[in-house]
């Protein structure tokens, strides 16, 4: 480890008032630490998860730059989170300023700085193979998916998240990002959006702006996300921000007007925004307490209110959440319909989170549903499935969805440390019909079939199962310490259920341990179960069902037993 040079000035303890950036600094720190130049990229800070939290300034000749809750470890460190000083340098005299955090806490003497990005980083047994998570930190909500076409005709996918990077609790939120080509080998990127004046920055998307309607030029890709900031009254206040990117979406500028929609609602949150062309304008919808706003605008920054829709239909048990509204084919009838995702916290089907949908039709300012107003629709019938929203620009029509494989009922105590949250597997939608409703479909990305490696006996830490089926049978994931997960097939009540009650570490949460069941909509034949180190994602094989669960055995699981007709192929996964 190097040590880190540092002198430690003691001042005067002072209460603090709350800071904002670029700001001359309010306050006296309790503990100031002067970091040299030259000695390394990051201040890696050491964190004691049950601590309480801290402040950590960043300041740059007296001017506070950043400010983030950290719960800085006062008896033992549990692990290190970066703070990545270069963003700062060259202003001035850089001094972190830590608040809040007794003098003799353990955290003072652990501190460590140099370009190593891979520091104090434990594998840990829950860490995924093959989903999307972060290195370090919190992750929840995917935000601003868009596909950026490459010239080779190898594009690129590129995600952004709900992030901490100052620890694996919610807080701090950023825009973490990520790229892929293939929806499954991810690359970590730099931070995409920072906390700034307007508060810390919650969910939203982003478009290619390929006309460049927006003024920042043809190609730009424009983010727009929220920005929520604390009032000394009590509630949040929440507003609708841009910022654009002319690299392709690896660092972004914010709009010097921002907010470009403002609102005196308490929850006012995560736009979706796409172009149009029905209307030749820019539509966005955003979740507004329990209903959607919908808006239209021809250069993404001025924006005219059109309609909003829910108050009367559908499922309320909770908040309305990361919205989504797009156009789907009704497959094998040529026909089309809009489709528009609610997330809903809590009020899901088994507790907590979930994805819950309406179709119909949207003409560009109104979206009417087609069912009526008490028929609920959830778009995955698993625990583990929230905040979906999907990719801008897919390439082929394709409407690819990724949802954060977690649920607000326990998602801060899921046991795994240094990260907290992967993603589910890109997924491809569509809609089917089933008597006189008609359901949105979910199959597993395409991407994912390339991936089947040769067929094994066992199963393995990453690997899809394919049960052929035929009638009722019962599938259960099992390791040698009798943890299990038991998977049901009715074919009599064409429900599916899994049943993860026994599956390895639950005494987390009350609300983990659980069965959950969904309607097969139809004769179920195949089902594919995908199995990484700490999720089930099972999928009828012609997508009528969904069903995401984590799962967290104390080793993995190896054996499948079957019953009834059932046969299983376990293809390892090809990493
Ligand atoms: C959904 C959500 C969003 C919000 C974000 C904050 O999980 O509550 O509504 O923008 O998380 O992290």
């Given at each position: 480890m190097k040590k880190l040079l540092m002198t430690i000035v003691l001042t005067a303890l002072s209460t603090g008032s709350v800071c904002e950036a670029q700001t001359v600094v309010p306050q006296a720190c309790e503990q100031s630490i002067v970091v040299p130049n030259a000695t390394g990229r990051y201040l890696w800070l050491p964190i004691e998860e049950s601590a309480p939290e801290g402040k950590v300034q960043v300041i740059t000749s007296g001017i506070l730059q950043a400010e983030h809750n950290v719960r800085m470890a006062r008896e033992k460190v549990d692990y290190y989170v970066p703070l990545d000083l270069q963003p700062f340098r060259q202003q001035g005299v850089l001094k972190v300023c830590v608040q809040n955090v007794p003098t003799g806490s353990i955290c003072f003497s652990r501190l460590s700085q140099n370009d190593d990005t891979q520091f104090a980083l434990k594998d840990e047994p829950y860490r995924p193979l093959y989903h999307h998570a972060p290195l370090r930190g919190w992750m929840n909500d995917p935000n601003g998916?868009?596909?950026?076409?490459?010239?080779?005709?190898?594009?690129?996918w590129n995600l952004c998240y709900q992030y901490?990077?100052?620890?694996?609790?919610?807080?701090?939120?950023?825009?973490?990002?990520?790229?892929?080509?293939?929806?499954?080998?991810?690359?970590?990127?730099?931070?995409?959006?920072?906390?700034?004046?307007?508060?810390?920055i919650f969910?939203?998307?982003?478009?290619?702006?390929?006309?460049?309607?927006?003024?920042?030029?043809?190609?730009?890709?424009?983010?727009?996300?929220?920005?929520?900031?604390?009032?000394?009254?009590?509630?949040?206040?929440?507003?609708q921000c841009i910022a654009y990117s002319t690299d392709g979406g690896r660092s972004f500028t914010k709009y010097e007007h921002n907010p470009v929609i403002t609102s005196d609602k308490r929850d006012f949150?995560?736009?979706?925004?796409?172009?149009?062309?029905?209307?030749?304008?820019?539509?966005?919808?955003?979740a507004a307490g329990q209903e959607m706003e919908i808006y239209s605008s021809p250069n993404l920054r001025e924006w005219t209110f059109e309609s909003r829709f829910g108050s009367e239909y559908g499922?309320?048990?909770?908040?309305?959440?990361?919205?989504?509204?797009?156009?789907?084919?009704?497959?094998?009838?040529?026909?089309?319909?809009?489709?528009?995702?609610?997330?809903?916290?809590?009020?899901?089907?088994?507790?907590?989170?979930?994805?819950?949908?309406?179709v119909g039709q949207f003409d560009g300012h109104r979206f009417i549903c087609e069912s009526q107003p008490e028929v609920t629709k959830w778009m995955d019938y698993g625990k583990d499935h929230y905040a979906t929203v999907t990719f801008d620009n897919a390439p082929r029509g394709r409407r690819v969805a990724i949802a954060w494989m977690s649920n607000w009922q326990y998602a801060n105590e899921v046991p795994t440390r240094q990260f907290r949250s992967a993603n589910s597997i890109a997924r491809d939608l569509f809609l089917f019909r089933d008597g006189t409703e008609t359901f949105c479909g979910v199959n597993p990305a395409e991407e994912m079939l390339?991936?089947?490696?040769?067929?094994?006996?066992?199963?393995?830490?990453?690997?899809?199962?394919?049960?052929?089926?035929?009638?009722?049978?019962?599938?259960?994931?099992?390791?040698?310490?009798?943890?299990?997960?038991?998977?049901?097939?009715?074919?009599?009540?064409?429900?599916?259920?899994?049943?993860?009650?026994?599956?390895?570490?639950?005494?987390?949460?009350?609300?983990?341990?659980?069965?959950?069941?969904?309607?097969?909509?139809?004769?179920?034949?195949?089902?594919?179960?995908?199995?990484d180190r700490c999720s089930v994602e099972a999928f009828d094989g012609e997508g009528r069902m969904a069903m995401t669960n984590l799962v967290f055995p104390t080793e993995p699981y190896k054996t499948i037993r079957l019953t009834g007709k059932a046969k299983a192929t376990v293809y390892p996964l090809s990493l």
């Open positions: 998916m868009f596909y950026m076409p490459g010239t080779d005709g190898q594009g690129t901490n990077p100052y620890g694996s609790m919610w807080g701090n939120m950023h825009w973490g990002a990520s790229t892929t080509s293939d929806l499954v080998h991810w690359q970590s990127q730099p931070i995409a959006l920072a906390p700034d004046v307007w508060g810390t969910s939203g998307s982003a478009v290619i702006d390929h006309e460049g309607t927006a003024g920042f030029g043809e190609g730009a890709v424009v983010a727009i996300y929220t920005t929520s900031r604390p009032t000394p009254f009590g509630a949040d206040v929440q507003a949150r995560d736009p979706k925004v796409f172009w149009n062309a029905d209307i030749k304008r820019w539509n966005l919808i955003l499922a309320h048990g909770g908040v309305w959440e990361c919205p989504d509204l797009m156009r789907l084919p009704v497959r094998g009838t040529g026909e089309q319909k809009w489709m528009l995702i609610c997330n809903i916290n809590p009020g899901g089907p088994f507790g907590g989170s979930a994805t819950q949908y309406f390339a991936l089947r490696g040769k067929p094994a006996k066992q199963l393995t830490e990453a690997c899809e199962v394919v049960v052929s089926l035929k009638g009722t049978s019962e599938i259960t994931l099992a390791n040698a310490k009798g943890e299990e997960v038991v998977m049901k097939y009715d074919d009599k009540a064409r429900t599916f259920s899994m049943d993860r009650r026994k599956s390895g570490e639950t005494a987390f949460s009350e609300a983990f341990p659980c069965v959950t069941t969904a309607p097969t909509h139809g004769k179920m034949r195949e089902l594919r179960i995908f199995i």
